[in-house]
T-cell receptor, first 110, second 114 residues
Framework: AQSVTQLGSHVSVSEGALVLLRCNYSSSVPPYLFWYVQYPNQGLQLLLKYTSAATLVKGINGFEAEFKKSETSFHLTKPSAHMSDAAEYFCAVTNNDMRFGAGTRLTVKP | EAGVTQFPSHSVIEKGQTVTLRCDPISGHDNLYWYRRVMGKEIKFLLHFVKESKQDESGMPNNRFLAERTGGTYSTLKVQPAELEDSGVYFC????????????FGPGTRLTVL
């Protein structure tokens, strides 16, 4: 069985500050991991994915995530938050179907 | 290239009524998935089609839900009769090739059952 847990349903940062969204996974097989973002009234958009190649994965909009097997983590980071990053972020793991975390809503304060 | 589209974007119905949601995947994508997000909770898998065949329907909540994908193109998800707990956002996604690859999501249908 596979699952992901996102720590923190809401995260608030100031514009220009570091963004850190936490995701831990559980998987009986080497996982494929994803981060998706959902902006208001839009569908989920892929930010980045890990598919057993490089452990540091770079995505769109300046986001990156590092796969750490020893910690079973796949945290999402961005060095400097922008107002346009305000959205809901979902971590997911897939085998035959995709299992999502509960989501983390990111607020960016001016 | 058009993305995954879903219709309607919103639907408000009364308990006991029937609603049909539609999903048009990206052209050429054999894999089609349905997910549901009940307010404030995680997005949950409902089922997976490969072309017109149901590969996995383990996430379907009960027999009030019926999904079809005739001809392996668009898919419909019918809820009959709808209950209050069916309210939520229903997402459709599609992918091609390997099952563990990226899935492309539609904007979702927000269903409200009163």
């Amino acid at each position: 069985a596979q699952s992901v847990t996102q720590l923190g349903s809401h995260v608030s940062v100031s514009e220009g500050a570091l963004v850190l969204l936490r995701c831990n996974y559980s998987s009986s097989v080497p996982p494929y991991l994803f981060w998706y973002v959902q902006y208001p009234n839009q569908g989920l958009q892929l930010l980045l994915k890990y598919t057993s190649a490089a452990t540091l994965v770079k995505g769109i909009n300046g986001f990156e995530a590092e796969f750490k097997k020893s910690e079973t983590s796949f945290h999402l980071t961005k060095p400097s938050a922008h107002m346009s990053d305000a959205a809901e972020y979902f971590c997911a793991v897939t085998n035959n179907d995709m299992r999502f975390g509960a989501g983390t809503r990111l607020t960016v304060k001016p | 290239e058009a993305g995954v589209t879903q219709f309607p974007s919103h639907s408000v119905i009364e308990k006991g009524q029937t609603v049909t949601l539609r999903c048009d995947p990206i052209s050429g994508h054999d894999n089609l998935y349905w997910y549901r997000r009940v307010m404030g909770k995680e997005i949950k898998f409902l089922l997976h089609f490969v072309k017109e065949s149901k590969q996995d329907e383990s996430g379907m909540p009960n027999n009030r839900f019926l999904a079809e994908r005739t001809g392996g193109t668009y898919s419909t998800l019918k809820v009959q009769p709808a209950e209050l707990e069916d309210s939520g956002v229903y997402f459709c996604a599609s992918s091609q090739g390997q099952v563990r690859g990226e899935q492309f999501f539609g904007p979702g249908t927000r269903l409200t059952v009163l």
